[in-house]
């Protein structure tokens, strides 16, 4: 069963612009992880953010998790159009026995 | 470090054949994970191992697929006889244990059956 869901499914913005993309789950986790994927290639991981953790920050990344809520957000601040790619939320969840699921993804496009 | 590496990048056959894919993992790296993209039903999990021994295959859609790790070093992921609703993209990804560690993933190896 698919655990994550990003909201919204597609996002474009200008250069220079801040975006934000959420992702939603339905079991307790063990840690939650975002990943970019480019077009025509494999996922590159971005961050893992604990169950424990609130908040943590990697360059012009920052992610939230809100376990009360079972949610988590990415924000990318001043966006690039390098930045343009699919980003996927995926959960490491306590009854998954050490599967990663992921879930849609959410196509980010910056315009420049 | 070079990477997962996976092998072939592109893979045209037809309908019934055999095709065999094969993934080198990261030296060091204890589980390995085989996925499948599609644009219907995204990234699913296929089959992973931990030290080279199959932890979960419940993902595997038939009896027709199959995965083995022989060595630390290298697994291959077979389709036998391939159909048509098998085309996509097939990823590898290797970690150091999950449930601390980011996934790496290969290139993938894009599938198609005629």
């Known amino acids: 069963s698919q655990q994550g869901e990003e909201d919204p499914q597609a996002l474009s913005i200008q250069e220079g612009e801040n975006a934000t993309m959420n992702c939603s789950y339905k079991t307790s986790i063990n840690n939650l992880q975002w990943y970019r994927q480019n077009s025509g290639r494999g996922l590159v991981h971005l961050i893992l953010?604990?169950?424990?953790?609130r908040e943590k920050h990697s360059g012009r990344l920052r992610v939230t998790l809100d376990t009360s809520k079972k949610s988590s957000s990415l924000l990318i601040t001043a966006s690039r159009a390098a930045d343009t790619a699919s980003y996927f939320c995926a959960t490491d969840g306590d009854n998954q026995g050490g599967k990663l699921i992921f879930g849609q993804g959410t196509e980010l496009s910056v315009k420049p | 470090d070079a990477g997962v590496i996976q092998s072939p990048r592109h893979e045209v056959t037809e309908m019934g054949q055999e095709v065999t894919l094969r993934c080198k993992p990261i030296?060091?790296?204890?589980?390995l994970f085989w996925y499948r993209q599609t644009m219907m039903r995204g990234l699913e999990l296929l089959i992973y191992f931990n030290n080279n021994v199959p932890i979960d295959d419940s993902g595997m859609p038939e009896d027709r697929f199959s995965a083995k790790m022989p060595n630390a070093s290298f697994s291959t992921l077979k389709i036998q006889p391939s159909e048509p609703r098998d085309s996509a993209v097939y990823f590898c990804?290797?970690?150091?244990?999950?449930?601390?560690?980011?996934?790496?993933f290969g290139s993938g190896t894009r599938l198609t059956v005629v």
């Open positions: 990804a290797s970690s150091l244990g999950w449930g601390y560690y980011g996934y790496t």
């Open positions: 953010i604990r169950s424990n953790e």
């Open positions: 030296s060091g790296h204890n589980s």
